[in-house]
């Protein structure tokens, strides 16, 4: 069932062109600039009058969730809380008719979402699934959803359920914004196109950087500690790049907004520590190439993904891992495909079991 690849992971990285294309079939037309979410528009009326949405999963669903955050937030102009489902359940939240939970999980039977989920749902809210198992426990609890069609997802690391997810919380984005008219035209029309183009660059990336990855891999494979660090839609792609690296290399990790650094991990920082920037070009852009001259003067080791035709950066970094140009808010669903392969074949070098880590399993079905 692996085909030509090594590993489960392998193969459902190099699926993404396809599973995220999958994700979009039948919901984005791109030619004729609308999008379709017959879910979504089921809970209509709920969404033009929630006070706020609650994004509610665990582990890189969670990851997912915050970039839909981001994306709702700036989109929609409404507020959105993203929630650890094992403390939203335990802490006694404010629940109230008026609010819409987006539940996000590749399973459908994380333990900690579905008891948060049935919580709330007792208290009245209203219950969105972003799912990619159908007719999973979670899918059935739901009032609405849009499964994620990422098909069977194997590696225990979520790779391409991750970018299932992120391209259905750009159509709720979009389809919201529509919905509650806060988008002009134009953008809505560009953010189709752009994400209509995902596919395409995800696919680019696959047949243009994985020897240079493997290389880079080679080059890191012993690091005792990574660094991730980015801004905005890329900070959420920070953390599941140390989520990766963690679950597959155990090397440890850690994700964090590249402007938080100055705050206490800058203190990490010596000639032994790799950071991780995801540095596509975005209003950012400047920032963050500050943030890395901040590394290369303590003499960290910078690594950064990078937008095509990017040199700045290039001349700055000890490596760097090549993505095609987009626009800042589809950009995660590209620039999180090299974390993967850095992750990946890091793993591979060290020797381990990659589809099945220590200690972890596919699905928590216990709290
Ligand atoms: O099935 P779910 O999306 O609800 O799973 C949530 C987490 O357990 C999962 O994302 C976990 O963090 C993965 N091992 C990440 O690679």
Not at 149 to 159: D, R
Not at 320 to 340: G, R, S
């Amino acid at each position: 069932e692996k085909g030509n690849f090594d590993h489960f992971m392998l193969k459902e990285i190099h699926e993404q062109p396809q599973t995220i294309q999958d994700s979009l079939r039948g919901r984005l037309n791109a030619e004729q600039g609308t999008i379709t979410l017959s879910g979504l528009e089921k809970i209509q009326d709920k969404l033009r009058e929630a006070n706020r949405i609650v994004i509610v999963a665990c582990g890189t669903s969670w990851h997912a969730g915050l970039i839909g955050e981001y994306l709702i937030e700036e989109l929609c102009r409404l507020n959105v809380e993203v929630e650890y489902a094992s403390e939203y359940r335990y802490r006694n939240p404010i629940v109230s008719p008026k609010d819409v939970i987006l539940a996000i999980s590749q399973s459908g039977e994380t333990a900690d979402t579905l008891v948060a989920l049935e919580n709330a749902k007792k208290q009245g809210a209203t219950i969105f699934g972003i799912v990619n198992v159908v007719g999973s426990s979670i899918a059935r609890l739901a009032d609405a959803g849009a499964y994620t069609h990422a098909g069977p997802e194997i590696g225990v690391a979520s790779t391409k359920a991750f970018t299932a997810q992120l391209a259905v919380l750009q159509l709720i984005a979009l389809k919201l914004a529509e919905i509650r008219g806060t988008i002009s035209n134009e953008l809505f029309q560009t953010l189709l196109r752009e994400l209509d183009d995902v596919p395409a660059k995800v696919e680019w990336v696959l047949k243009n950087q994985v020897e240079n990855i493997k290389a880079i891999a080679r080059g890191y494979k012993d690091a005792a500690n990574f660094l991730y660090l980015g801004r905005g839609y890329n900070f959420p792609i920070a953390l599941e790049g140390a989520l990766k690296l963690k679950e597959i290399t155990y090397i440890h990790a850690e994700g964090y907004p590249a402007a938080e650094m100055k705050h206490g991990p800058i203190a990490l920082v010596d000639e032994s520590l790799p950071v991780v920037f995801v540095a596509t070009k975005d209003v950012y852009h400047e920032k963050i190439v500050s943030n890395i001259q901040e590394i290369n003067a303590r003499k960290g080791k910078v690594v950064a993904v990078v937008s095509e035709g990017d040199d700045a950066i290039n001349d700055m970094a000890e490596a760097v891992m090549v993505v095609p140009a987009c626009h800042e808010i589809v950009a995660p669903l590209v620039a999180v495909i090299p974390l993967q392969l850095l992750a990946y074949y890091i793993g591979v070098e060290r020797g381990l079991d990659v589809d099945k880590p220590r200690n972890l399993a596919k699905s928590v079905t216990v709290e």
